[in-house]
T-cell receptor, first 116, second 110 residues
């Protein structure tokens, strides 16, 4: 299985809602990532989990809360989001968080989030 | 922070034509990666380069890691309609973070 799956594919939420994005991989990868991508822009790194521990937080607002329940799962909990948070949220995983082939990240299809 | 200059920003070509795009940086990198992203999908890894001067092919795609370690190019030969998408270069250094280029939007006219 060489796939990263993400659910839901689309999500519409109000600014007072609480929702979660889910990501799963069964490739035995030990690093998992959350990215945010605006239209016609490259993905922007949000969080990195290494061996199920948060290792990088790119100064992301606290209304985004990541969680890594086990080595295969990654969640992103959303609360009190703003309309400008609307974007494609991508999950990725890589074999090793330290050095090559760390750089070879496998991306999921993304969750298209719209905040009203 | 580190920045990559990816060019061209967009390309409009006829089916069957060859395509070339490149990325340059003022910084030295250990790795260059090329990804393709289809609309509404996540990026897909095309080619990974780990050694300066390395030239690697994947079907109709060829990429090279520049000898100065500050640049890379991607060539696509005999383009077909399914080559349409955004191509990103990515580079990795010693701080375990990837830097994305701004992307090249490729349109192929049948």
């Amino acid at each position: 299985d060489t796939e990263v799956t993400q659910t839901p594919k689309h999500l519409v939420m109000g600014m007072t809602n609480k929702k979660s994005l889910k990501c799963e991989q069964h490739m035995g990868h030990r690093a998992m990532y959350w990215y945010k991508q605006k239209a016609k822009k490259p993905p922007e790194l949000m969080f990195v989990y290494s061996y199920e521990k948060l290792s990088i937080n790119e100064s992301v607002p606290s209304r985004f809360s990541p969680e890594c329940p086990n080595s295969s799962l990654l969640n992103l909990h959303l609360h009190a989001l703003q309309p400008e948070d609307s974007a494609l949220y991508l999950c990725a995983s890589s074999h090793d968080p330290f050095g090559p082939p760390f750089y070879e990240q496998f991306f999921g299809p993304g969750t298209r989030l719209t905040v009203l | 922070g580190q920045q990559l200059n990816q060019s061209p920003q967009s390309m409009f070509i006829q089916e069957g034509e060859d395509v070339s795009m490149n990325c340059t940086s003022s910084s030295i990198f250990n790795t260059w990666l090329w990804y393709k992203q289809d609309p509404g999908e996540g990026p897909v890894l095309l080619i990974a380069l780990y050694k300066a001067g390395e030239l690697t092919s994947n079907g109709r795609l060829t990429a090279q890691f520049g000898i100065t370690r500050k640049d890379s190019f991607l060539n696509i030969s005999a383009s077909i309609p399914s080559d349409v998408g955004i191509y990103f270069c990515l580079s990795g250094g010693s701080n375990y973070k990837l830097t994305f280029g701004k992307g090249t939007l490729l349109t192929v006219n049948p």
